[in-house]
């Protein structure tokens, strides 16, 4: 099970950090990732992390996005620098185990958490 949390209302140019906190099973061999909705759009790839700590970024946050994860808490963070109004979005958090592989397909990743709202205002 997946919760992520952290969203909000921000500036443009802010930041925000995301948690996800995973429950149930421990980290191993598992691939997580954030991905993004906005209203009317495709859920997209944003950042993932595979079992080794390899990082993904799309290119549009390369630069601005960090992914980490705290394995002794189970959770995962996105902190999200120099944010823009096109960036709102409903966020969500996905993992998929006992992979040392990454896709940045969303129909790969098996769990879901519910999302996050992040509103970036102009």
């Known amino acids: 099970q997946l919760q992520a949390s952290g969203g909000g209302l921000v500036q443009a140019g802010g930041s925000l950090r995301l948690s996800c906190a995973a429950s149930?099973?421990?980290?191993?061999?598992?691939?997580m990732a954030w991905f993004r909705q906005a209203p009317g759009k495709e859920r997209e790839f944003v950042a993932g992390i595979n079992w080794s700590g390899i990082r993904y970024y799309s290119d549009s946050v390369k630069g601005r996005f960090t992914i980490s994860r705290d394995e002794a808490k189970n959770t995962m963070y996105l902190e999200m620098n120099s944010l823009k109004p096109e960036e709102t979005a409903v966020y969500y958090c996905?993992?998929?185990?006992?992979?040392?592989?990454?896709?940045?397909?969303?129909?790969?990743?098996?769990?879901w958490g519910r999302g996050t709202l992040v509103t970036v205002s102009s």
């Open positions: 996905a993992s998929k185990y006992g992979t040392t592989v990454f896709s940045r397909d969303r129909n790969w990743f098996r769990y």
């Open positions: 149930g099973r421990a980290f191993s061999n598992i691939a």
